[in-house]
């Protein structure tokens, strides 16, 4: 089976940097994405590493260790809009794709 | 917006009842995941369609069905309904089985309530 952690809460101030860390175990690893959810809404996908390294989308970047079974979305240059729950989620070669329970990042002004 | 729709967005029902649950995916997309999402929790993978064929089941006893139609629509059936069966059901649809990111497209979810 597969299983991942996350941390449960992050709190930070506009314009900070967060970094949401996921270490996972699993067998049939194929890659790790990252989602990001409002309250209310649906989870909408925000990066996927297949491969060791740094994936950089405007101010969110993504990084995978397979050998560490590691990886991290960084949060630059924070937005009261970027308040919502973060999912790391594993893509095992069986076509499941296992979510974490989440980080809930609360941006203050 | 993801193109991706579902119906009903909420739904009450009574421990032992049947629920059918729907969900319209993007032109295109050929595979379509359940998911479950308890309050407070990441969602939870029940299983997934590839051209109208189960292909990847979760931890879900099998009163959890799925169906998929060729115009892209997809629904969840959930026999002898259970209290812990409430929860937030989401479908997601991808183009491809497999991706250059794998990017699943998320409706809005129906908010299953059971009493």
């Known amino acids: 089976g597969q299983s991942l952690e996350q941390p449960s809460e992050v709190t930070a101030v506009e314009g900070a940097i967060v970094q949401i860390n996921c270490t996972y175990q699993?067998?049939?690893?194929?890659?790790l994405s990252w989602y990001q959810q409002h309250d209310g809404g649906a989870p909408t996908f925000l990066s996927y590493n297949a491969l060791d390294g740094l994936e950089e989308t405007g101010r969110f970047s993504s990084f995978l260790s397979r050998s560490d079974s590691y990886g991290y979305l960084l949060l630059q240059e924070l937005q009261m809009k970027d308040s919502a729950s973060y999912f790391c989620?594993?893509?095992?070669?069986?076509?499941?794709?296992?979510f974490g329970a989440g980080t809930t990042v609360t941006v203050r002004a | 917006e993801t193109g991706v729709t579902q119906s009903p967005t909420h739904l009450i029902k009574t421990r032992g009842q049947q629920v059918t649950l729907r969900c319209s995916s993007q032109?295109?997309?050929?595979?379509v995941s359940w998911y479950q999402q308890a309050l407070g929790q990441g969602p939870q993978f029940i299983f997934q369609?590839?051209?109208?064929?189960?292909?990847g089941r979760g931890n879900f006893p099998p009163r959890f069905s799925g169906l998929q139609f060729p115009n892209y629509s997809s629904e969840l059936n959930v026999n002898a309904l259970e209290l812990d069966d409430s929860a937030l059901y989401l479908c997601a649809s991808s183009l491809v089985l497999w991706g250059a990111n794998n990017e699943q497209f998320f409706g809005p979810g129906t908010r299953l309530t059971v009493l």
């Open positions: 699993t067998s049939g690893f194929y890659g």
């Open positions: 369609y590839y051209r109208e064929e189960e292909n």
């Open positions: 989620a594993v893509l095992s070669n069986d076509y499941k794709l296992s």
């Open positions: 032109s295109g997309h050929n595979t």
